[in-house]
T-cell receptor, first 109, second 114 residues
Framework: GENVEQHPSTLSVQEGDSAVIKCTYS??????FPWYKQELGKGPQLIID?????GEKKDQRIAVTLNKTAKHFSLHITETQPEDSAVYFC????????FGAGTRLTVKP | DVKVTQSSRYLVKRTGEKVFLECVQD?????MFWYRQDPGLGLRLIYF???????EKGDIPEGYSVSREKKERFSLILESASTNQTSMYLC?????????????FGPGTRLTVT
């Protein structure tokens, strides 16, 4: 089955800096890669996703890149703000959806 | 907006008690899921359902059962709660068939078993 590894587990940046979170997956049949943001006391919420026929996708300050050959995908957040502080999860979906262990991002003002 | 609600935000139960966690979604989604979330382990799938009265085991079904009598409601049952089931439980739903479907999550239930 699918195995998803996510790094780093914690990330601390200054407000205005960029943040990058990386994930690798094992199942070459995976074709859907969502990213979720979980704020304190809430359930995960989808922030961006990418499908295997696309290499990069942007939505304002967030972007996701996918390298199918290397089986890795990354979340990029530019111009970080304190409200970006949360736990971020990547996931890979083929026959089923598997989640990474999560990255706790802290943006210091 | 899709809304997924869970019956309790916090729950404290004693070892051996039978525990019911309820999840309701209001968008007529076919698929519903129960995960548990533990630090450093991410989200692990307990059970899922693709239709009413249908259920499939996920990665960690031991000690749990589920019920889906109506399309909008998916219940997770701990037949005899144990301390190692202390965790955050998340319900999710998605629309359609096949793979690659966005999942919508509820706010979670933090269960403590003493």
């Amino acid at each position: 089955g699918e195995n998803v590894e996510q790094h780093p587990s914690t990330l601390s940046v200054q407000e205005g800096d960029s943040a990058v979170i990386k994930c690798t997956y094992s199942d070459s049949a995976s074709n859907y890669f969502p990213w979720y943001k979980q704020e304190l006391g809430k359930g995960p919420q989808l922030i961006i996703d990418i499908r295997s026929n696309v290499g990069e996708k942007k939505d304002q300050r967030i972007a996701v890149t996918l390298n199918k050959t290397a089986k890795h995908f990354s979340l990029h957040i530019t111009e970080t703000q304190p409200e970006d502080s949360a736990v971020y999860f990547c996931a890979a979906s083929g026959s089923d959806m598997r989640f990474g262990a999560g990255t706790r991002l802290t943006v210091k003002p | 907006d899709v809304k997924v609600t869970q019956s309790s935000r916090y729950l404290v139960k004693r070892t051996g008690e039978k525990v019911f966690l309820e999840c309701v979604q209001d968008m007529d989604h076919e698929n519903m899921f129960w995960y548990r979330q533990d630090p450093g382990l991410g989200l692990r799938l307990i059970y899922f359902s693709y239709d009413v009265k249908m259920k499939e085991k996920g990665d960690i079904p031991e000690g749990y059962s589920v019920s889906r009598e109506k399309k909008e409601r998916f219940s997770l049952i701990l037949e005899s709660a144990s301390t190692n089931q202390t965790s955050m439980y998340l319900c999710a739903s998605s629309y359609g068939t096949g793979v690659g479907l966005e999942q919508y999550f509820g706010p979670g239930t933090r269960l403590t078993v003493t």
